[in-house]
């Protein structure tokens, strides 16, 4: 299993996105993440924007030196997610004059548009877990905190305590390809001693995942504990005033890094609301 989440796993390679600053590479994820959700006036126009985006940042996971192997194993532990959605769409009510009927299912009427919904959806979470781990992979930890501490500052002027809430995302980050490691570890140890998480009823099922839920919290205690630890026998306190060894700066890569994402999604933001369509010349394909 921990194969097949790479979240929060940084990996170093010497690429043009590894160099960038990380407040960029933060700026840059959310513009992508409004480009994303962006609603277009037909299926068809959302579908072809969210294409281009699939295609760009399949372009930005490749030239990351990440495995395409890593991110269809990531996405396919989104299963479960992906069947309660379009179970979701099936049983949500729809205008019968607009929808387009699929079939009927136990007398209940099934219309396309549930499976484009959940499509549309799916395609939008992929993208988010492809732009997450693009992120993870190529910035450090300690550069992430800083570049979301640098993000958070102005917040200090009103009491916020920025350094605590950047420590904690940042050490949620790191912690989660290690938790990912202690369910892998956990769910063998428990197998040999036979455990089925896979086969039986659903109150075996729930009993099996006890068996993982109570270790797997016990340990994650453990390691706060000791990672508390750590830091106070290091001397670190969240109140004082710290130097860095480390400074970020914008350089001119950063900028030209920006300026592409905001006006590609800039673009996707003036056809979403000006509601261009192409195919609205098409006659039916309009209507989808």
């Known amino acids: 299993m921990s194969s097949s989440f790479a979240m929060g796993r940084y990996v170093p390679y010497d690429t043009f996105i590894h160099r960038l600053d990380p407040r960029t590479k933060i700026l840059a994820l959310v513009l992508f993440m409004i480009a994303v959700f962006m609603g277009q006036a ?15 940042a399949l372009a930005l996971y490749i030239h990351s030196r990440m495995k395409i ?20 769409y099936v049983f949500t009510p729809r205008d019968a004059s607009s929808a387009h009927l699929a079939f009927n299912l136990w007398g209940i009427a099934v219309y396309w548009e549930a499976f484009l919904d959940t499509a549309r959806i799916v395609l939008r979470l992929v993208l988010m877990v492809m732009f997450s781990l693009i992120l993870t992979a190529t910035t450090r930890p300690l550069d992430l905190t800083d570049a979301l501490e640098w993000y958070v500052y102005p917040l200090k002027f009103i009491g916020f305590p920025t350094h605590i809430f950047a420590m904690m995302l940042s050490l949620a980050l790191r912690f989660i390809p290690t938790i990912m490691d202690d369910v892998n570890r956990i769910m063998k140890a428990q197998t040999s001693r036979g455990v089925d998480y896979s086969h039986g009823s659903i109150v075996s099922k729930i009993k099996a995942m006890v068996s993982l839920i109570v270790p797997l919290f016990v340990q994650a205690l453990v390691r706060s504990d000791e990672l508390a630890n750590a830091m106070e026998s290091r001397g670190y306190d969240p109140n004082a005033k710290r130097t860095r060894y480390r400074k970020l700066s914008f350089h001119l890569s950063d900028l030209f890094a920006v300026l592409a994402v905001a006006s590609f999604t800039a673009l996707v933001m003036y056809v979403s609301i000006s509601g261009f369509d192409p195919f609205l010349a098409w006659g039916g394909i309009a209507t989808w």
């Open 42 to 56: 037909t299926y068809v126009m959302s579908f072809l924007v969210n294409g281009v985006i699939l295609v760009l």
């Open 69 to 88: 192997k890593t991110l269809l194993k990531s996405i396919l532990t989104m299963w479960f997610m992906i069947l309660f959605l379009l179970i979701v």
